[in-house]
C-alpha cells in the first residue's frame, strides 16, 4: 500500500491527505500546533462560550470547486451559513455601499454607478463558475474555457486604480477599493484588480458564507473522513527533516504544508536541486496583519445600516484613504488610518454569540513584521464608522504578526496570505514551472497557499499537489 505524510494540517494539508487517502494512499498529517486546522482553528479567544474564528472566517471560493466535488463534507458536519448582506463598507456620516448576493440588486444601490458595476460584475457572474475553474489551479494549462478566463484576465491584469475611474461617486469607488484591498497590494500596481475582481463576483455567485460552528469546522471535517479512509493526524510533532520522516515512516510521498523557505529547511540543501532551492528562498512575503479580536455587547453599533447585517465590513474610508494606507503599507511605513476587514460571523451563524454578547473578529493590513501595537488604530478606525463602540467591548485579545508567525510557521512576518501576490507571484507561484507543486525532489510535494491557486481555505493547492502526487505515481483519480 502506498503511504503518505503530510507536514501540517491546514485547510490545504488536510485537503490533500484527504486526496490521497481517497484514492487508497495510507495518510498520517504531522502538525507542529497543539491543535489541527491551521488556519482554520476557532476559539474562545475572549469571553467563555463566545467563539471567534482565529484566521480564516469567510469562504467565498471553497463552495464550488473540484476538491468540494471530490468529497462529501456536508456529510461529515460542514454546513455554510449565510449573512444578509455579503460586504459593506461604511463611509463618514452614515453614508457607505453593500454587495448583496444579487448583482442587480448591488447595482441598483449604486444609483449613477449602477450600470458600470452591472458591466463589470454581470458577465463574470454569468460565467462565474468556469472561471473559478480556470483560476483555481495553475495558471500554465490549457484552459477549457479561454473565452471566460480571457474576459476575466482583461480586467484582472489592470490596477484597481484604474478600475475605480470607472466609478463616479465615492460610494461606488469605496467599495471596489475594500474588495481589491484584499490582494495586500497597492492599488495602483499591476494586476492588483485579480483578487478583487474574483472575491467581487464570487460574493454575487456564492455568496462569502462562514462555517456553522467556526472555520474549525472545515478541518472537523476534513478530518473525519480522513480518519473514515485510515488517515491519522498527530498534534504537537514540529517536522524537521525529511530524512527524518521518511527514515521513521517510510513514507513514499510527502507533502509539505509549509512555507517554501520552511520546504527548504525540512528537504535539506543536499536533496533539493539548486534551482529549485534559489526559487523557494527567493519567494516574496507579503505585509503583515494585526488582528483584535472583540466580545461586544449588542454587536457593532454602525451609522450605516446595511453593515449592522454584513458579514465582513471593510474599514477605512474612500478609494483614495485606502489606496494611500495600502501604499504605506507597502512601503514598510504604518498608516495612521490602516484598512482594516472586520468580521461578523455571528450573523450568520448566531450560536457562536453567548446571549447579547458578540465576537468580532478584525485584521489591519500592517507592515511585513511590524512590531507596533496597532489596537488603538483598529478601534478608532471602528469608532469612527460606528460611534459609542468601544463602550460596548466587555472582552479583547489581540496578535501582532510576530505572534501570527510564532502561532503559525506559514505566515512569515504575520503574512496571512502565504506570499505576496504580486503580478510574477500571483501568475507563478512558488516558481515558474509546469508542475508547481513538485520540489524536485521524487515524491515530495509543496501543497500550501504558497502553490497555486494561493491563499484561502478552499483546499485546492492540497487538491492539486495530491493529485500530482497520485499522477506521479499512476494512480490519478
Ligand atoms: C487573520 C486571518 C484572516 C483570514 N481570513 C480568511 C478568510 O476570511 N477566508 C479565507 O479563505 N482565508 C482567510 N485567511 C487565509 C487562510 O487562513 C489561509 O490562506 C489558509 O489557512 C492557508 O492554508 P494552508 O493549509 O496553506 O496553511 P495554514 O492554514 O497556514 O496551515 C499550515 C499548518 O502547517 C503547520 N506547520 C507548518 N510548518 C510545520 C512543520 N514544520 N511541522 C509540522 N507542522 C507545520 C502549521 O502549524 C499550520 O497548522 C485568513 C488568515 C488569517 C491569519
Redesign the pocket.
Known amino acids: 500500500m502506498t503511504t503518505a505524510v503530510v ?9 490533500g491527505a484527504v486526496t490521497l487517502a481517497l484514492a487508497g494512499v495510507q495518510v498520517t498529517v ?4 497543539d491543535a ?5 482553528r476557532s476559539t474562545e479567544a475572549t469571553v467563555p462560550g463566545v467563539l471567534h ?7 467565498p ?2 463552495i464550488d470547486t473540484a476538491f468540494s466535488r471530490s468529497v462529501d463534507l456536508t456529510a461529515a458536519g460542514l454546513n455554510w451559513g449565510w449573512p444578509d448582506v455579503e460586504y459593506s463598507h461604511p463611509l463618514d456620516g452614515g453614508d457607505g455601499a453593500a454587495a448583496l448576493r444579487d448583482v442587480d440588486r448591488t447595482a441598483s444601490a449604486l444609483g449613477a454607478d449602477g450600470a458600470t458595476y452591472r458591466r463589470i460584475f454581470g458577465p463574470l457572474d454569468d460565467r462565474f463558475d468556469l472561471i473559478a475553474q480556470e483560476f483555481l489551479q495553475p495558471v500554465l494549462h490549457v484552459p477549457k474555457y479561454p473565452l471566460a478566463l480571457g474576459r476575466f484576465g482583461v480586467g484582472a491584469g489592470l490596477p484597481a486604480a484604474a478600475i475605480a475611474k470607472l466609478y463616479r461617486a465615492p460610494q461606488a469607488k469605496a467599495l471596489w477599493a475594500g474588495v481589491a484591498a484584499h490582494a495586500f497590494r497597492p492599488l495602483g500596481s499591476l494586476a492588483s484588480s485579480a483578487i478583487g475582481l474574483a472575491l467581487g463576483t464570487a460574493a454575487h455567485r456564492y455568496g462569502w458564507p462562514v462555517a456553522i460552528g467556526g472555520s474549525q469546522a472545515i478541518s472537523a471535517a476534513m478530518i473525519r473522513v480522513l480518519e473514515q479512509h485510515g488517515g491519522t493526524v498527530k498534534t504537537g ?4 527533516s525529511l530524512a527524518q520522516v521518511r527514515r521513521e515512516t517510510g513514507a513514499d510521498i510527502v507533502l509539505l ?3 517554501p523557505t ?1 520546504a527548504v529547511r ?1 528537504i535539506g540543501d543536499d536533496a533539493l536541486p539548486p534551482h529549485v532551492r534559489r526559487a523557494f528562498e527567493r519567494f516574496r512575503h507579503g505585509p503583515g ?1 494585526f ?1 483584535v479580536a472583540f466580545a461586544v455587547e449588542g454587536g457593532v453599533p454602525w451609522q450605516h445600516e446595511p453593515s449592522r447585517r454584513a458579514g ?1 465590513v471593510h474599514l477605512g474610508g474612500t478609494f483614495e484613504q485606502i489606496a494611500a494606507a495600502e501604499k504605506d503599507v507597502a512601503r514598510g511605513r504604518m498608516p495612521k488610518r490602516p484598512f482594516v ?1 472586520l ?1 461578523q460571523q455571528y450573523l450568520a451563524d448566531p450560536a457562536r454569540s453567548s446571549g447579547d454578547v458578540h465576537p468580532i ?1 478584525a ?1 489591519a493590513h500592517v507592515p511585513a513584521g511590524y512590531d507596533g501595537d496597532a489596537t488603538e488604530l483598529i478601534i478608532a478606525q471602528i469608532e469612527r464608522f460606528a460611534p459609542g463602540f468601544r463602550d460596548r467591548v466587555v472582552g479583547m485579545t489581540t496578535r501582532s504578526t510576530g505572534q ?1 508567525a510564532a ?5 512569515i512576518g504575520g503574512d ?3 506570499g505576496a501576490n504580486d503580478p510574477l507571484q500571483l501568475v507563478f507561484r512558488p516558481r515558474p514551472t509546469l508542475n508547481p507543486y513538485a520540489t524536485g525532489v521524487d515524491g515530495v510535494y509543496l ?4 502553490t497555486p491557486p ?6 485546492m ?2 487538491y492539486g499537489a495530491a493529485q500530482a502526487a497520485l499522477a506521479a505515481i499512476g494512480a490519478a483519480r
Do not use: K, M, W
Open positions: 507536514v501540517g494540517s491546514g485547510p490545504n494539508g488536510l485537503a504531522l502538525e507542529a500546533a489541527p486546522g491551521g488556519g482554520t474564528d482565529e484566521c480564516s472566517g469567510f469562504h471560493l471553497a510533532v514540529t517536522v524537521r504544508d509549509t512555507s520552511a525540512i496583519a488582528q465582513t476587514l468580521g473578529d485584521y501570527i502561532d503559525n510557521a506559514n505566515f496571512i496570505v502565504t501543497c500550501s497557499a504558497a494561493g491563499a484561502g481555505a478552499h483546499g493547492c492540497g
